[in-house]
Antibody, heavy 117, light 111 residues
Framework: QVQMQESGPGLVKPSETLSLTCSVSGGSISGFYWTWLRQPPGKGLEWIGHIYNTGTTKYNPFLKSRITISLDTSKKQFSLRLSSVTTADTAVYYC???????????WGQGTLVTVSS | QSVLTQPPSVSAAPGQKVTISCSGSSSNIGNNYVSWYQQLPGAAPKLLIYDNYKRPSGIPDRFSGSTSGTSATLGITGLQTGDEAVYYCATWDFSLSVHWVFGGGTRLTVL
């Protein structure tokens, strides 16, 4: 069974860069799209972007200029960097696995990141 | 404003059936597979339905999915209090750049 765990700071200051890492266990990195999503408090889900095991990335067009997703296959970890954050970026951030653009089949438990001075 | 439109809430009594609709367009539901997710209070979303109607291992057949044109529907029969959750539909969208889009979520209350 694939398990995923997010890690990173829970508090980020406005204008700074949010950085999170997801550790994957119990499955292969190959053949899947490793995905970040977020959910502002009390609101719905938003897809941030994903990275394939070859390193190819795809980002939400509305966030694209601020996002970088990277992958370390040797550590079975992938990371999110979101620059120039504002209070609107406060959310629970989830890492997840996309099985090939038909479903997001495994999710981490999520981590709350608050943007505040 | 979500790309996919869901009713904010539905409710039904235990043992009854409920359906949740998800409306999109030709740039998303009309030409891509739909998946459905269940988010219990305080938990991460969980995959319920993929490829429009398929159920992952462990998901009971009380949950079903269907599509027609640019809309999708999640059906839940034999409602249980444990089904109280927010349900999201999702699919790929090709209108701007290829990316996942979600419905705004539907809160199910089992009265």
């Amino acid at each position: 069974q694939v398990q995923m765990q997010e890690s990173g700071p829970g508090l980020v200051k406005p204008s700074e860069t949010l950085s999170l890492t997801c550790s994957v266990s119990g499955g292969s990195i190959s053949g899947f799209y490793w995905t970040w999503l977020r959910q502002p408090p009390g609101k719905g889900l938003e897809w941030i972007g994903h990275i394939y095991n070859t390193g190819t990335t795809k980002y939400n067009p509305f966030l694209k200029s601020r996002i970088t997703i990277s992958l370390d296959t040797s550590k079975k970890q992938f990371s999110l960097r979101l620059s120039s954050v504002t209070t609107a970026d406060t959310a629970v951030y989830y890492c997840a696995r996309d099985n090939g653009v038909t479903a997001i089949d495994f999710w981490g438990q999520g981590t709350l990141v608050t943007v505040s001075s | 404003q979500s790309v996919l439109t869901q009713p904010p809430s539905v409710s039904a009594a235990p043992g009854q059936k409920v359906t949740i609709s998800c409306s999109g367009s030709s740039s998303n539901i009309g030409n891509n597979y739909v998946s459905w997710y269940q988010q219990l209070p305080g938990a991460a979303p969980k995959l319920l339905i993929y490829d429009n109607y398929k159920r992952p291992s462990g998901i009971p057949d009380r949950f079903s999915g269907s599509t027609s044109g640019t809309s999708a529907t999640l059906g839940i029969t034999g409602l249980q209090t444990g089904d109280e959750a927010v349900y999201y539909c999702a699919t790929w969208d090709f209108s701007l750049s290829v990316h996942w889009v979600f419905g705004g979520g539907t809160r199910l209350t089992v009265l």
